[in-house]
């Protein structure tokens, strides 16, 4: 039977304060860590982003660099609807961009609710974090490159400089080429492709599994089990069974991982980036792998992998008169675009892996952007031979020939750039 009952409320007018002391503070910070599936790094900068407004707390002005961390000894701090005021005033003064500012409203908004705050001071961030919010987007339409194939193959290119140049050993260096071509094939997050296994590649369905918990859209919707399904290019599977022919002791040692140690925090800092740095004063020798790319405004960065995956997707669609919302919603299936609502994920429901990867297949499979060299070295293509018969009366034309070290030298077998259709292999893919 239910029962009537008195609720009582009580005014708490905006003068109210509250007191938190930093002991509260780490425990709601290690509490936060275990009970979300976050990265080190993105931990790091929530702690640094805590300390910062709790800082500025305290001494009413905002510290950054290496003076922003805990205490090393118990401090207490006062909260009030003030301070919030002056502490959104103070970050927009200190120059934050839209994009800072709204990373660390959503970190303090996040802090005053498991403290147990009135929303009646949340209240006071919402809209400073809105309006912050609303200029991000706009500024990340507004930034977004434009990028073609062109680039794709630009840095394929320097890739391949950067390994006559000697600066990156062969198993590096197909390594590099097989993460690269991954991100290209597959339009999905850096942190999503570094975390693939030997096991998830299944050759003779062209695909790869990932696994939901390692996706971001799985985080977001909080999905525990299973998987998402994407695809590869006829270059990326050449690629990647060349990389695991010759890498397959080093992929044992890391527990199958293609590209990482297990147990790795940062997914967002990959050995590709680290080498992408270090090729950054080599511009003068076209070997930079952070090049200009053909928009004329944009370095490339991996991430932008993801980008062209989009945009290269649309533009294929439209060339084979497929450009409808049923293939670009097969896209963002793909690359894993979050979906804003429940329309979306009735869309992705909609769409099968049998019709996203006959769209795969016509738009993008055979897409190429490997160097000659780089399709000779993972077997794409043959190389022909060219007798030494055939090739000694042009040879013998361009020199002396009563030299007879220039003539040896001529007659030695010779590699040809001819490709013919004939030449490609089709074996591995059957």
């Known amino acids: 039977m239910r029962r009537a009952g008195v609720i009582k409320l009580e005014y708490q007018p905006e003068e109210l304060q509250y007191l938190v002391s930093s002991d509260d503070i780490e425990e709601l910070l290690a509490d936060y860590a275990s009970t979300h599936d976050v990265s080190e790094a993105y931990m790091k900068e929530f702690e640094r982003y805590v300390w910062q407004f709790m800082k500025f707390v305290k001494i009413g002005r905002l510290e950054s660099g290496s003076r922003i961390k805990a205490p090393s000894t118990k401090e207490e701090y006062v909260i009030s609807r003030e301070v919030l005021v002056e502490y959104v005033k103070a970050l927009i003064k200190a120059g934050y961009s839209n994009s800072s500012l ?9 802090v005053l609710r498991r403290l147990g705050v009135s929303e009646v001071f949340v209240d006071v961030l919402r809209e400073p974090l809105r309006r912050a919010n609303t200029a991000r987007r706009i500024e990340q339409e507004g930034n977004t490159p434009s990028l073609t194939l062109e680039d794709a ?12 140049m000697m600066r990156l050993k062969k198993k590096q260096y197909v390594k590099s080429l097989a993460f690269a071509i991954l991100l290209f094939s597959t339009g999905r997050r850096v942190s999503e492709v570094v975390q693939i296994k030997v096991h998830d590649i299944d050759f003779e369905a062209h695909s790869i599994r990932i696994p939901a918990s390692n996706t971001k859209e799985g985080k977001l919707l909080k999905i525990g089990s299973g998987e998402r399904i994407v695809f590869m290019t006829k270059e990326a599977e050449y690629v990647l069974k060349y990389y695991i022919k010759i890498n397959s002791k080093e992929i044992k040692r890391q527990q199958g991982y293609l590209f990482m140690q297990p147990g790795k925090k940062s997914l967002k800092d990959t050995f590709l980036h680290k080498i992408i740095k270090k090729s950054r004063d080599l511009e003068d020798l076209g070997a930079n792998l952070n090049f200009i790319i053909s928009d004329g405004l944009h370095r490339f960065e991996l991430k932008y992998f993801r980008k062209l995956f989009i945009q290269e997707w649309e533009r294929q669609a439209e060339r084979c008169n497929l450009l409808n919302e049923r293939v670009l919603t097969a896209a963002r299936k793909i690359t894993g675009h979050r979906p804003l609502n429940d329309v979306h994920r009735t869309n992705y429901a909609k769409i099968t892996e049998k019709e996203t990867w006959k769209y795969y297949k016509e738009l993008y499979y055979d897409l190429s952007v490997l160097t000659q060299e780089q399709k000779r070295l993972v077997g794409l293509v043959e190389e022909k031979v060219v007798s030494k018969s055939a090739m000694l009366p ?8 009563g030299t007879k070290t220039a003539t040896s030298h001529q007659v030695t077998a010779i590699r040809t750039q001819t490709i013919t259709p004939a030449m490609v292999y089709t074996a591995l893919l059957n």
């Not at 042009?394 to 020939?401: E, F, G, P």
């Open 102 to 110: 709204t990373k660390r409203l959503q970190v303090v908004i996040i």
């Open 153 to 164: 193959r630009e840095f394929f290119r320097r890739l391949e400089v950067l390994f006559k």
């Open 394 to 401: 042009k040879q013998i034309s361009m020199v002396d020939m």
